[in-house]
């Protein structure tokens, strides 16, 4: 009786270091700083510079409005648990289709309190 309780507590314990799987995947949103930029008259472009390492990988932009003002917070994927690789400076471009005349505002990434206003006469 003693050893089918032993060897029900091993596989319990198989079992529970199977179904904890450890993952290293997490999704950043780095500081960003944005430099308006000229381009085509139908858009109002910007060029977003921030810091990454090599093991994060850039997944898009996550936008959403808030009283008036347009966040934008650049997003990527750390995909290392061991990574010690230096920080890098990357560049992303940025555009919007002109909107109608008025006045826009824009706020870039979670830790900037910046905002750059855009006037469309």
Not at 5 to 29: D, M, N, P, R
Not at 76 to 81: D, G, I, M, V, Y
Request: proline fraction near 7%; aromatic fraction near 14%.
């Amino acid at each position: 009786m003693k050893f089918n309780h032993v060897l029900l507590g091993i596989v319990c314990l198989f079992a529970a270091a199977a179904c904890h799987k450890t993952t290293c995947e997490q999704e950043s949103y780095p500081p960003v700083k944005a430099t308006r930029v000229d381009g085509s008259p139908d858009s109002i472009r910007f060029n977003l510079s921030y810091y990454s390492s090599r093991c994060e990988e850039f997944t898009g932009f996550n936008e959403s409005d808030s009283s008036g003002i347009h966040v934008v917070y650049v997003k990527s994927l750390f995909r290392s648990c061991n990574c010690t690789d230096s920080l890098q400076k990357v560049e992303r471009p940025y555009a919007v289709k002109t909107p109608g005349p008025g006045t826009y505002y824009y706020k870039w990434g979670p830790y900037m309190s910046k905002i750059d206003t855009v006037i469309i006469p």
